[in-house]
């Protein structure tokens, strides 16, 4: 999933708007050069990728790959200044919900006859879908996170509620009791950050069996607000406006903000992203104790939405052969499992996943590796105008929604009617 939360240094994503990435190319001596632009910002991440660059180079000396480094802050608009400079990278790190335009705008490669069968049958169908545009694939999706709740430990102990586990997880009813029951005193039993609320209600709400977006035979999307997709904004709302188990001033907060609250013992639970363990080591006080939870099943179970991390090829690359040798070398099942340490997130692969590092007990790992198999694609991952109905249309609406400012029949009128009406601009 691509995070809104990076930390990148602004003085880098400015100078790779200014200059570009020139791109490789191949020398005299027939020495080709590849150019490999990594989003990776956290320190492990970096030096994993950055090492794996050094044991290709070690290995070939004929296809040498130049390590370059992006911000997940600013690559959309970076890329497309570079793809229409004709400056693209070679290989690129993105995610699987920033590709649908370069893939549609014919900047990517179509992958189908590049990569090995090995990589292919490794990496299940329902996580190459996240990168499947048309007819085409335009990325390998290699890392993946679900959204889990963190909790504190200490303070569902102390009240006696079942813990969930991803065996038998609660369901969105007794989660809503559970937060009940975890609230008083100026306490909540849950924090939703949601100052992006539609990736999280949207990946949420396959549980519940809502889609929300709905491809008819023509090919067209239309977007319908039924009865599941309600399932999950509705116990929002009401956790914040009826219960009064939701604290409504996180509501315009992103996931990092909602630490200190939690470490002071405010709030029992923060739905997060699986990565975010990375920061709560870090940051949370000593002796702090948590755990990660599976986040609520619906009539789907723990199905849930995931926009990937993917790894692509540009189009007017001169070498996609060797890139995807490259791709190839970056996910063999060892490799993916110290990209997936270093980010702390899954990998797709089902080798990688497969790994004991992956299933340890420590930082609840094996939790979020038993949700694994339940990942799907995002469901508005290759909606062509998704992009405007959720800045104009579903984020202001959910926003007033959660704060109790509209309610459900209004939040229906504003998805459907306005939402078909920016989509069908787009489908003409």
């Not at 590049?114 to 890392?143: C, M, N």
């Not at 067209?220 to 001033?249: E, I, M, Y």
């Not at 939690?262 to 992203?273: C, E, H, I, N």
Request: hydrophobic content about 40%; overall charge neutral; proline content about 6%.
């Amino acid at each position: 999933m691509r995070r809104v939360r990076r930390l990148a240094a602004v003085a880098a994503a400015v100078g790779l708007l200014l200059t570009g990435c020139s791109s490789g190319g191949t020398a005299d001596d027939g020495k080709i050069t590849l150019e490999f632009q990594s989003l990776a910002w956290q320190k492990e991440s970096v030096d994993a990728n950055k090492q794996l660059v050094k044991e290709w180079n070690a290995a070939h000396p004929n296809i040498q790959v130049k390590y370059v480094q992006g911000s997940w802050d600013s690559v959309h608009d970076q890329l497309l200044t570079s793809f229409e400079g004709g400056e693209a990278p070679d290989v690129i790190h993105d995610a699987s919900d920033d590709l649908a335009d370069f893939a549609y705008g014919g900047y990517l490669a179509d992958l189908r006859g590049l990569l090995p069968a090995r990589l292919k049958s490794d990496i299940p169908q329902h996580s190459w879908e996240t990168a499947t545009f048309g007819d085409g694939v335009y990325g390998v999706p290699f890392l993946q996170e679900p959204r889990v709740l963190i909790a504190n430990a200490k303070i569902l102990k102390a009240a006696g509620v079942r813990i969930p586990t991803p065996a038998k997880p609660w369901s969105w009813e007794e989660f809503r009791a559970v937060t009940k029951k975890l609230s008083g005193d100026k306490k909540f039993g849950v924090a939703w950050p949601l100052k992006e609320p539609v990736s999280a209600t949207l990946n949420l709400s396959l549980s519940a069996g809502g889609r929300m977006f709905h491809r008819g035979a023509d090919g067209k999307v239309t977007v319908r607000f039924d009865a599941a997709d309600q399932v999950v904004p509705r116990t929002v709302h009401d956790q914040v406006n009826t219960d009064g188990s939701a604290s409504g001033a996180t509501l315009g907060m992103g996931g990092s903000d909602t630490l200190p609250g939690f470490f002071a013992g405010k709030y029992a639970m923060v739905p997060l992203g699986f990565s975010y363990r990375q920061q709560i080591v870090q940051q949370a006080p000593k002796g702090f104790d948590w755990q990660v939870l599976p986040a609520p099943a619906g009539r789907d179970g723990l199905a849930q939405g995931v926009s990937p991390q993917t790894l692509s090829v540009a189009e007017d690359s001169p070498h996609k052969k060797e890139a995807a040798q490259f791709i190839d070398f970056l996910l063999r099942p060892p490799n993916m499992v110290r990209l997936a340490l270093g980010d702390w997130m899954l990998p797709t692969g089902t080798e990688a996943l497969k790994d004991p590092a992956l299933h340890t007990q420590k930082n609840d790992w094996a939790t979020g590796t038993a949700l694994a198999g339940d990942l799907r694609s995002a469901p508005a991952q290759s909606v062509r105008g998704y992009a405007e109905w959720k800045d104009k249309v579903a984020t202001p609406a959910l926003q007033e929604y959660y704060s109790g400012s509209i309610g459900l029949g209004e939040l229906r009128k504003r998805l459907v009617k306005d939402g078909n009406l920016v989509l069908a601009r787009y489908q003409r």
